[in-house]
Nanobody, 126 residues
Framework: QVQLVESGGGLVQAGGSLRLSCAASGRTFSSYIVGWFRQAPGKEREFVATVSYIGFKTYYADSVKGRFTIFRDNAKNTVYLQMNSLKPEDTAVYYC???????????????????WGQGTQVTVSS
């Protein structure tokens, strides 16, 4: 049982940065796989980044590799998505999701995640 709340979204100019936070209520959150997904208007939800339990493995979509960083602060029960060099194409609602470990370090498939936050809007202007 995990409750997730995203925050940190907003309006930013192209080339700027934002840091999204995913705060969890679960007492064993560090043992969960966490992913960030995004959905733009009229488009399917797409994978952005994922981090393993504890945080020793990460994986990124090609579209954000080198610009975004996912990391977790287990003491604060929070996973972050640091977003640099933002582009208008990054505009979307960003969701964090969590799944208990199931013999895999991380998931890129949205249907593997059991818990979802409400989303936070990121808008990048040109």
């Amino acid at each position: 049982q995990v409750q997730l709340v995203e925050s940190g979204g907003g309006l930013v100019q192209a080339g700027g940065s934002l840091r999204l936070s995913c705060a969890a209520s679960g007492r064993t959150f560090s043992s969960y796989i966490v992913g960030w997904f995004r959905q733009a208007p009229g488009k399917e939800r797409e994978f952005v980044a994922t981090v393993s339990y504890i945080g020793f493995k990460t994986y990124y979509a090609d579209s954000v590799k080198g610009r975004f960083t996912i990391f977790r602060d287990n003491a604060k029960n929070t996973v972050y998505l640091q977003m640099n060099s933002l582009k208008p194409e990054d505009t979307a609602v960003y969701y964090c999701a969590a799944a208990p470990r199931g013999g895999t370090f991380y998931y890129i498939e949205d249907n593997k995640y059991d818990y979802w936050g409400q989303g936070t809007q990121v808008t990048v202007s040109s």
